[in-house]
């Protein structure tokens, strides 16, 4: 194979970007102090901790944001999002890495990842976090035919985002990463319902972390099911970094315009593990917050139907009325 001066910039870029996700999800370069949501190791102080992560102060697209719905707009050349999530059957158990996982969850510092399948289930000190295998991804809409696998999920409690400015209990984040190394983050919120379980956070929040270093079988989440869910009512989009060091920016960000439900001791599970682990929000400057509405079908019931008909059946026959009588009344009958 000739080797061109093409092809070795390829290769940089590549071994760039991926050594940019290994630094995203350790929390940042070895050689940077570590970084946290409180103290003098807090969000206000990130720009200044290390020089890689700078962007976190002079960023000029930084998340999180408040979602301002008078500082959006409906966009009519955005299209629906394609989720290419694989199914889960959760009455089935079997070897499919997708149904189920034996993982070890980490209460300390460490970023140790250990697993019977590949993927971890993991408290790393900033949040907690499983890490997804190959062969999930999101296409269209902002991303157009671009695809964006997913590299892992993870939550902040209470959210990161805002909508018009009210906070919700918890947010997940599920972070997709193109071939070129550009990532696009879904954002999901939840609120308190004790009336509604959630069927995606059940099977976590009864196997978040008690004692440390502990192995726990976790039934998979059904990713699928919860984008289904969320995003069918579209979804709000814009460019931003990530909320954490080193604050990459050139993120694309699809927010879940429905908020999904769960239980207060389902969101409290989350809360008390994760410690209000939020970076605060920050400016908006020139970005446009643009938001994609699916188009609605016209459904009528058959009871409007039936009251419609009959509606106009009696118009007709007050029309034929006035119209004999009229006649009558000039004798032209």
């Given at each position: 194979?000739?080797?061109?001066?093409?092809n070795?910039?390829?290769?940089?870029?590549?071994?760039v970007?991926?050594?940019?996700?290994l630094?995203?999800?350790a929390?940042?370069?070895?050689?940077?102090?570590?970084?946290?949501?409180?103290?003098?190791?807090?969000?206000?102080?990130?720009?200044?901790?290390?020089?890689?992560?700078a962007?976190?102060?002079?960023?000029?697209?930084?998340?999180?944001?408040n979602?301002?719905?008078?500082a959006?707009?409906?966009?009519?050349?955005?299209s629906?999002?394609?989720?290419?999530?694989?199914?889960?059957?959760l009455?089935?158990?079997?070897?499919n890495?997708?149904?189920?996982?034996?993982?070890?969850?980490?209460?300390t510092?460490?970023?140790?990842?250990?697993?019977?399948?590949?993927?971890?289930?993991?408290?790393n000190?900033?949040?907690?976090?499983?890490?997804?295998?190959?062969?999930?991804?999101?296409?269209?809409?902002?991303?157009e035919?671009r695809?964006?696998?997913?590299v892992?999920?993870?939550?902040?409690?209470?959210?990161?985002n805002?909508?018009n400015?009210?906070?919700?209990?918890?947010?997940?984040?599920?972070?997709?990463?193109?071939?070129?190394g550009?990532?696009?983050?879904?954002?999901?919120?939840?609120?308190?319902?004790?009336?509604?379980?959630?069927?995606?956070?059940t099977a976590?929040?009864?196997?978040?972390?008690?004692?440390?270093?502990?192995?726990v079988?976790?039934q998979t989440?059904d990713?699928?099911k919860?984008v289904?869910?969320s995003?069918?009512?579209?979804?709000?989009?814009f460019?931003?970094?990530?909320?954490?060091?080193?604050?990459?920016?050139?993120?694309?960000?699809?927010a879940?315009?429905?908020?999904?439900?769960?239980?207060?001791?389902?969101?409290?599970g989350f809360?008390?593990?994760l410690?209000?682990n939020?970076?605060?929000?920050?400016?908006?400057?020139?970005?446009?917050?643009?938001?994609y509405?699916p188009?609605?079908?016209?459904?009528?019931?058959?009871?409007?139907?039936?009251?419609?008909s009959?509606f106009?059946v009696?118009?007709?026959g007050?029309?034929?009325?006035f119209?004999?009588?009229?006649?009558?009344?000039?004798g032209?009958?």
């Amino acid at each position: 194979m000739k080797i061109t001066s093409s092809n070795l910039f390829v290769a940089f870029l590549l071994v760039v970007s991926s050594y940019s996700l290994l630094v995203a999800a350790a929390g940042g370069p070895s050689d940077c102090p570590p970084w946290g949501y409180f103290g003098t190791n807090g969000p206000q102080y990130w720009g200044n901790l290390c020089p890689a992560y700078a962007l976190c102060a002079t960023g000029e697209e930084q998340s999180p944001i408040n979602i301002d719905p008078y500082a959006s707009a409906v966009d009519p050349t955005l299209s629906n999002l394609d989720f290419h999530y694989i199914a889960v059957d959760l009455n089935t158990n079997n070897d499919n890495p997708h149904r189920r996982r034996e993982a070890t969850i980490f209460r300390t510092k460490r970023e140790t990842t250990t697993t019977t399948s590949g993927t971890a289930w993991q408290y790393n000190g900033h949040t907690v976090q499983m890490n997804w295998p190959p062969g999930d991804y999101v296409t269209a809409g902002p991303l157009e035919e671009r695809q964006f696998n997913l590299v892992q999920f993870h939550f902040h409690a209470p959210s990161e985002n805002h909508y018009n400015d009210k906070s919700y209990p918890l947010e997940i984040h599920m972070v997709h990463q193109a071939d070129d190394g550009t990532y696009a983050v879904v954002a999901i919120f939840f609120e308190a319902n004790n009336s509604v379980s959630s069927t995606f956070l059940t099977a976590l929040h009864t196997n978040l972390p008690i004692e440390e270093e502990v192995p726990v079988e976790i039934q998979t989440p059904d990713l699928r099911k919860l984008v289904a869910d969320s995003f069918v009512d579209g979804y709000w989009y814009f460019m931003g970094s990530l909320t954490t060091p080193p604050c990459t920016e050139g993120i694309y960000w699809l927010a879940a315009t429905k908020v999904m439900q769960a239980t207060q001791a389902e969101l409290n599970g989350f809360a008390g593990v994760l410690l209000q682990n939020e970076r605060p929000r920050q400016p908006l400057n020139e970005r446009v917050i643009r938001q994609y509405v699916p188009p609605r079908e016209t459904k009528f019931s058959p009871l409007i139907i039936v009251l419609s008909s009959l509606f106009l059946v009696i118009m007709l026959g007050i029309i034929f009325i006035f119209i004999v009588r009229y006649k009558l009344s000039h004798g032209t009958f």
